[in-house]
């Protein structure tokens, strides 16, 4: 086998970086959360609305999704719901500023992968991301055989 071709061949089996798409209202949560990825070789978007969120999951495919609650009134539900629908194997999580029970339960019912109080630390956020990606990935392989 040429160099060339096995150069080729690796490249078949070389893993694509995992998208992460994360929708956060606070534009400073955002940048730890990015610092905390992107240097780790994932691929993030980031948007600071609910609408922006949906357009990005509208347009392109994201393997794992971070949504903020919002307020009381739980507008990330919205991310969550159009997430879900779109692959109901990509894991989504909330965060929030203040755990609501409502808002926790309707997550957890919608089909959210948890739940977690703000501040999330980088190294927490990524070992969580690692973990939910891989897992999701079996769960749709085990599914389409």
Known sequence: ??????????????????????????ASDLRIYCLALEGQGFDIRTCTSYDAGIQCLETE????????????????????????QLDRF???????????????LEAMQMGAIDYLEKP??????????????????FKAGGAAA
């Open 1 to 26: 086998m040429s160099n060339g071709a096995f150069a080729q061949r690796g490249m078949e089996f070389a893993p694509r970086s995992r998208k992460v798409l994360l929708v956060d209202e606070d």
């Open 61 to 84: 495919p994201y393997d794992f999704v971070l949504v903020s609650q919002g307020s009381h009134a739980f507008e990330g539900r919205t991310v969550i719901d159009r997430a879900l």
């Open 90 to 104: 990509r894991p989504v999580l909330v965060v929030t500023r203040s755990t609501d029970i409502p808002c926790y």
């Open 120 to 137: 999330v630390a980088g190294s927490d956020l990524l070992r969580f991301v690692r973990a939910h990606v891989a897992n999701a990935k």
